[in-house]
Every structure is written in C-alpha cells, then in structure tokens.
C-alpha cells in the first residue's frame, strides 16, 4: 500500500514544481502546461511498474487516456502550423 501513496506523492510533487517553474518563465500557453503533466505522468508511471496486476491495468487505461489528449494537441498544433 505504500508504493500507491509514493507514487501519488510523486506525480503531485513534480507537477507542482512544474506549475511554479512554467509560471516563473512566463509560459502562458495551456497546451504547454498539459503536454509537459502529461509527459511526466506518464514518465512516472513506467517508473512505478512494480505495481500489482490490478493497479498496473488501471494505470494503462489512465496512461492511454493521456497520451490520446497529448496526439490531440500534436495534432492541433500541426493543424495550425499549416494553416
């Protein structure tokens, strides 16, 4: 049970140190702020593949839901590049 509450520490930790370190640039781009969390989530996430079987299928859902958000802003961006 500890390995869940280390994770999830872990992924509010870096997302927090990121917030302040995009704000502290000046970034105001949303889509920059969503693909860096995404990026680290899913960083984190194969760094944490100990996890029981049960855990492990969830995380993969969660895993597939992001990295489907981030094809959609890779997506956005080259639509607006060649437009």
Excluded: H, K, P
């Amino acid at each position: 049970m500890i390995i869940y509450n280390i994770y999830i520490l872990t992924v509010a930790v870096l997302l927090l140190l990121t917030t302040v370190i995009l704000t502290a640039l000046g970034n105001r781009a949303i889509s920059v702020y969503y693909t860096v969390f995404i990026l680290e989530a899913l960083v984190v996430t194969e760094l944490f593949v100990y996890f029981n079987a049960r855990a492990r299928r969830g995380l993969n859902l969660a895993s597939v839901v992001l990295f489907g958000g981030l094809s959609v802003i890779v997506g956005l961006q080259i639509i607006r590049i060649l437009t």
